[in-house]
């Protein structure tokens, strides 16, 4: 099984910071997948990446696939950003898709 | 296409009562996951259906539970004879192919009385 560890769990930010949420797995993957999910409880896939980085908008997530280890960055935060952020990975390493194994999440809180 | 539909959003059922969740992918996708997120923990993946064909159901509880995604229809994540401990959230996902980029729908919270 793939363990997933999220860093921080919990994080409040004033608006406009650089945040930086962590990511460690523990087996090889073929990629790994950030989400994000609202207050409401509504889940969006943010990222699936395999190698290097990927940017969206103010989001940019990379990966280590050597050290096993992803970070989300989100540049000049807002309040519409609180949200938890989730991180996950497959199963196994010949798993694709989304048969995957989550983090606990990342609880973002940004103040005006 | 108006995106991954489950319902209901919220469905209560007594102990011992049948909980069905439905799940309509988005419109040609034939990958469909589903994925429980209990009270104050993480999401946990239960199941992976391609249509007509269970892929993984690794996470899949061994009693109770089943899901089916027929050639016709949604998905259906089935529970019988509920219990407390399968009050959640159930979310689905959808995706065209294996290794492409999946949508969630908003999930059912389900609340066993």
């Known amino acids: 099984k793939n363990e997933v560890e999220q860093s921080p769990q919990n994080l409040t930010a004033q608006e406009g910071e650089f945040i930086t949420i962590n990511c460690s797995y523990s087996?090889?993957?073929?990629?790994l997948h950030w989400l994000q999910q609202h207050p409401g409880g509504g889940i969006v896939s943010l990222f699936m990446l395999s190698s290097g980085k990927k940017k969206h908008g103010r989001l940019i997530a990379t990966i280590n696939i050597q050290e096993k280890h992803s970070s989300l960055h989100i540049t000049a935060s807002h309040p519409r950003d609180s949200a938890v952020y989730i991180c996950a990975a497959p199963s196994h390493p010949s798993n694709s898709g989304y048969a995957l194994n989550f983090g606990k999440g990342t609880s973002l809180l940004v103040t005006p | 296409n108006a995106g991954v539909m489950q319902n209901p959003r919220h469905l209560v059922r007594r102990r011992g009562q049948e909980a069905r969740l439905r799940c309509s992918p988005m419109k040609g996708h034939s990958h469909v996951y589903w994925y429980r997120q209990l009270p104050e923990e993480g999401l946990k993946f239960m199941v992976y259906?391609?249509?007509?064909?269970?892929?993984?159901e690794s996470g899949m509880p061994k009693e109770r539970f089943s899901a089916e995604f027929p050639k016709e229809g949604p998905s259906i994540l089935r529970i019988q004879q509920v219990v407390r401990g399968d009050s959640a959230a159930y979310f689905c996902a959808s995706s065209q192919q294996r290794n492409t980029e999946a949508f969630f729908g908003q999930g059912t919270r389900l609340t066993v009385v």
């Open positions: 259906l391609q249509k007509e064909n269970i892929i993984d």
């Open positions: 087996v090889g993957i073929s990629a």
